[in-house]
């Protein structure tokens, strides 16, 4: 019977797997050894190539392969080693951090890394006086400066030497220099393209920038990358919408790694002679976050009372096929830090109605108002399937009384949205990028983050306890104190209930059998510098 649903998914597919086979041969450009060329199916596009900027999870998975930082994070983990710095001192106050850099690296346009290519990528995002703090059509804003808002110089002590002074100790910071907004660029090329940059990127990474068009992105083997060479000479990135389109592109070898493939078809692919999967827990959460700055979500009892109207099984049975588990707050329970159950609101639908009932006697709620649910297209790697996801939501929010319209939009065009507060509520996620709960709690909920137009607070949670645990976290050096510190913000956030936490998802990466050395990192990215194809 099986045997059946594999021919005819095979066959129903054939004539996308005609169209496919031949725009993969119209697009791979001059004869090139086949056996070293790779092409990744995924759900989007990139939206830019600045590293500074970007925050989905195409643009950065690019921004990894062509670009580094000073520091970066041990294969598997989120431990911290040397990467552009081979070594660093921190003064004793935790304030005065001396980086020494690699020596003989360059970036792919042939100019050198220096102290001061360090100095230029750090104050062009930082200083919005500096020349190339520059506004582009790509809409995407130098959003990641909050993160870095400690930072109160950066000079260059040498040739190769560089110190980074901060205003006081502050914990993440080894972490957050390995993420990406804080990825060396090339000083040459950012002056060259100015507004363009976003679509010329230059590093030092493995990999150096080809070309990008119509959702294609094809990246080049760094011939002289400081490090162990790739394997694959050339690594091509193609946005394949439709789920089911991805997976037959991946059937006929039209592509060779394919992202976000639905869960419900993860069983077939298991069964594949040809096809290996992939699977991580990652780091990761889906919510739905609550607009605290727009009626009626502005009041409390509001946001408590539609957190007991959402059964989560369904959404974990059904969006999920059981690959993930619910979500009692923001951090994953595989974060140190945690507190379960932050977020303490069992699935209770009459008392909700009851409690809305209540809302609207007073004058709170009304029932005949719209609540708008903003809802991506595209499939995140939290989300596979946000449709389903958003039905299921917004049937159990009617179920309670409320009236729900859903505005789908593809990803960019969501996110930009959202960080503008058009919404009453959106469905969103977030992978941690540096193990820390501050990339979370911090990123996710302090006021620092909910700036109108570059928000990734998407509830504009705005309160002032938090935001004082959330700096005394910061401070402090002690992963225990700073564990406590992070109960009790997380304790004040689940009162606060400015999100609906869903789950946690793992995620799952398909290949053809020929396709050696896939690892999912724990930010759900694969990196392409030791993959081979046989």
């Known amino acids: 019977m099986y045997t059946a649903l594999v021919i005819g998914r095979l066959f129903s597919g054939l004539a996308w797997l005609v169209l496919l086979c031949c725009l993969a041969c119209g697009t791979k450009g001059p004869p090139t050894d086949e056996a070293a060329t790779l092409i990744v199916g995924r759900a989007a596009d990139a939206i830019g190539l600045d590293p500074a900027r ?8 690019i921004c990894a392969q062509v670009y580094e930082s000073l520091l970066r994070y041990r294969t598997g983990t989120t431990e911290v080693e040397a990467a552009l710095a081979v070594a660093w001192e921190v003064s004793e106050d935790g304030r005065q951090w001396d980086f020494t850099l690699r020596e003989g690296v360059t970036f792919h346009d042939g100019t050198p890394l220096n102290a001061e290519a360090v100095v230029f990528s750090f104050r062009r995002q930082l200083d919005e006086n500096h020349p190339y703090h520059l506004t582009d059509s790509s ?18 002590t040498g040739n190769r030497t560089v110190r980074i ?12 220099l390995a993420m990406f907004p804080v990825a060396i660029v090339s000083p040459s090329a950012v002056k060259e393209w100015g507004e363009e940059y976003y679509r010329h990127p230059v590093g030092t990474g493995p990999f150096a920038f080809g070309e990008w068009s119509d959702g294609r992105i094809v990246l080049e083997r760094n011939a002289h990358y400081w490090g162990v060479l790739p394997k694959l000479a050339r690594l091509i990135f193609k946005a394949i919408p439709d789920a089911r389109q991805r997976l037959v592109a991946l059937e006929s070898g039209a592509v060779d790694v394919a992202y976000s493939i639905l869960p419900d078809e993860q069983q077939f692919v298991t069964l594949h002679p040809e096809l290996t999967l992939y699977r991580a827990p990652a780091n990761n959460v889906s919510y739905v976050a609550l607009n605290t700055q727009k009626a009626p ?37 595989t974060q140190w830090g945690y507190s379960p159950k932050s977020f303490d609101y069992a699935y209770d639908p009459m008392r909700a109605r009851d409690e809305l009932e209540a809302l609207v006697l007073e004058g709170v709620l009304d029932p005949d108002e719209e609540i708008a649910f903003f809802v991506a297209t595209t499939p995140r ?3 596979p399937n946000p449709g389903m996801v958003a039905r299921i939501v917004k049937s159990n929010l009617e179920e309670v009384g409320l009236r729900v319209r859903l505005v789908e939009q593809e990803f960019s065009s969501h996110l930009e949205e959202l960080r503008r507060a058009k919404h009453h509520i959106s469905l969103m996620g977030w ?37 004082t645990l ?9 992963r225990a104190t700073r564990s406590e510190i992070y109960k009790r913000a997380q ?27 896939i690892e999912i990192s724990p930010a759900g990215q694969v990196l392409f510098e030791k993959v081979e194809r046989r």
């Open 139 to 156: 809409g995407l804003d130098f959003g990641w400066r909050a993160n870095y808002k400690n930072i109160v110089s950066v000079e260059a």
């Open 470 to 478: 959330l700096l005394e976290a910061q401070q402090s050096s002690e």
């Open 54 to 61: 970007v925050t989905d999870n195409e643009s950065v998975e």
């Open 491 to 517: 304790s004040r956030i689940g009162a606060l209930a400015p999100w609906i936490p869903l789950v946690h998802s793992q995620i799952a990466v398909v290949a053809r059998a020929d396709v050696l050395g």
């Open 297 to 333: 979500f502005d009041d409390v009892r509001v946001r408590q009372a539609v957190n007991r109207a959402i059964n989560r099984e369904p959404v974990v049975k059904l969006a999920y096929q059981g690959m993930a588990i619910p979500a009692e707050g923001a951090l994953p329970p």
């Open 381 to 383: 790697p939290y989300l």
């Open 431 to 467: 992978v941690g990028d540096n193990g820390d709960p501050d990339n979370y709690l911090y990123v996710l909920f302090d006021k620092d983050n909910a700036k109108l137009g570059r928000a990734r607070n998407l509830s504009f949670l705005v309160d002032e306890p938090l935001h």
């Open 165 to 176: 002074t901060i205003d006081r100790k502050f914990a993440p910071f080894a972490a957050n």
